[in-house]
């Protein structure tokens, strides 16, 4: 049994790779690990994080893309260069940035 850590970073917040160089917004939280063992076991063991931690749903980009990354709390830092994320998704749910964090927007229904 663990216990469940809170998560370190918000929703809406600006977050860059510890290792890798891209950065995303955060738009959702799993407490814990909660993706298929076959992505886990994707990850070389060297640098595997481990499942019990908070994991984050990112609007992504590096020089070259944008893209849906998936993220333990141990690989990510606060982006605070205060340039915006061009990831085109960003724009059908948040508003933003101010002051370094996108806003949710209204009701969103599915």
Same mark, same amino acid.
């Given at each position: ?69 998936? +993220? ?12 915006? +994320? ?25």
């Amino acid at each position: 049994m663990f216990k469940a850590r809170t998560a370190k970073f918000q929703i809406g917040q600006m977050v860059k790779h510890r290792v890798y160089p891209f950065r995303g917004v955060i738009f959702d939280v799993d407490p814990v690990f909660n993706n298929t063992e076959e992505w886990y076991q994707s990850i070389p063991e060297d640098v595997r994080p481990h499942k019990e931690q908070p994991f984050y749903h990112l609007f992504a980009e590096n020089e070259d893309t944008d893209y849906i990354a998936y +993220v333990s709390e141990q690989n990510l830092l606060p982006d605070d260069s205060g340039q915006p +994320v061009q990831h085109p998704q960003i724009a059908e749910i948040f508003d933003g940035p101010d002051d370094g964090l996108y806003k949710l927007r209204g009701p969103v229904g599915h």
